[in-house]
């Protein structure tokens, strides 16, 4: 089975500033994606932003964007102007192209320092 | 986009007793997944439902304890049995509609 690997269970950043939270992950497939999801208190998973394996061009969504190294297997996401907002457990998750079901890291809760 | 709505929201519960949650979503689907989040812990999938045929399940889940229901393209049920402290979680239900939906989950606690 696939495994993901976050290994920041925390991580905190000044509002404003900019942090990046790390994942890394195993397979043997080469056709996958790769997501970041935000969970805030609420619980409900907001999709923050998604890349597909086949793509060299990392994915930007506004202020998030992350950082796809498929030889190495990592795929990190950089919040930039960090907000109060932000501050949230994230979870990377990978999902086999072929299949619906996702694997989940253990998360990165985030605080966002005013 | 697909809505997806979870009851109950939170319960609490007797140890030795079953709980049955519901999962409704707005569009038809073909799969849908349920996962358990246990406290301060990531997501575990524990079995993927299919319209019209048995749930498959993850290693570590067996269908005595988490019977599923799917009987159509909106709905499936989960149902926890036999419970015990050990399964105080949230469960979540999801989809996959364009993009992957996840439902607001049920907090359970088992006393």
């Known amino acids: 089975a696939q495994t993901v690997t976050q290994s920041q269970p925390e991580m905190s950043v000044q509002e404003a500033e900019t942090v990046t939270l790390s994942c890394t992950y195993d397979?043997?497939?080469?056709?996958?994606?790769l997501f970041w999801y935000k969970q805030p208190p609420s619980r409900q998973m907001i999709l923050v932003i998604r890349q597909e394996a086949y793509k060299q061009q990392n994915a930007t969504e506004n202020r998030f964007s992350v950082n796809f190294q498929k030889a190495a297997k990592s795929f990190s996401l950089k919040i930039s102007d960090s907000q109060l907002g932000d501050a949230a457990m994230y979870f990377c998750?990978?999902?086999?192209?072929?299949?619906?079901?996702?694997?989940f890291g253990t998360g990165t809760s985030l605080t966002v320092i005013p | 986009s697909a809505v997806i709505s979870q009851k109950p929201s939170r319960d609490i519960c007797q140890r030795g007793t079953s709980l049955t949650i519901q999962c409704q979503v707005d569009s038809q689907v073909t799969m849908m997944f349920w996962y358990r989040q246990q406290p301060g812990q990531s997501l575990t999938l524990i079995a993927t439902a299919n319209q019209g045929s048995e749930a498959t399940y993850e290693s570590g889940f067996v269908i005595d304890k988490f019977p599923i229901s799917r009987p159509n393209l909106t709905f499936s049920t989960l149902t926890v049995s036999n419970m015990s402290p050990e399964d105080s979680s949230i469960y979540l239900c999801?989809?996959?509609?364009?993009?992957?939906?996840f439902g607001p989950g049920t907090r359970l606690t088992v006393l």
């Open positions: 397979t043997s497939e080469s056709d996958y994606y």
């Open positions: 999801s989809v996959n509609y364009n993009e992957q939906f």
């Open positions: 998750a990978y999902r086999s192209a072929g299949k619906g079901q996702f694997y």
